[in-house]
Nanobody, 119 residues
């Protein structure tokens, strides 16, 4: 099993910054990559950013490129999402996701953390 615990959400004004944390524990050898998803009210959950298990490969959706950065601290087993120049449309519940290597089971999810950006 893999456990994911998010923290760092909150209320911020447009243009501000927040850093989300995802602490990973358990059978971390199963994990291929880790991503941050978000879900706004009335909308589908979308993938925001991912980082490979080695931390060398990252991907972002177009709407956050240049504003968000995903990175990891291997020593702390933690993945971060640094969010700058936040916009009201970034308001959502953000979820940490761990995707196992093929054949090693289903995805793991954290409990989510609310990010609210006021205009």
């Amino acid at each position: 099993q893999v456990q994911l615990v998010e923290s760092g959400g909150g209320l911020v004004q447009a243009g501000g910054s927040l850093r989300l944390s995802c602490a990973v524990s358990g059978s971390t050898y199963r994990i291929n990559d880790i991503g941050w998803y978000r879900q706004a009210p009335g909308k589908q959950r979308e993938l925001v950013a991912t980082i490979s298990s080695g931390g060398t490969a990252t991907k972002y959706i177009d709407s956050v490129k240049g504003r968000f950065t995903i990175f990891r601290d291997v020593a702390k087993n933690t993945v971060y999402l640094q969010m700058n120049t936040l916009k009201p449309e970034d308001t959502a519940v953000y979820y940490c996701n761990a995707r196992p290597y093929p054949g090693l089971g289903n995805d793991y999810w954290g409990q989510g953390t609310q990010v609210t950006v006021s205009s």
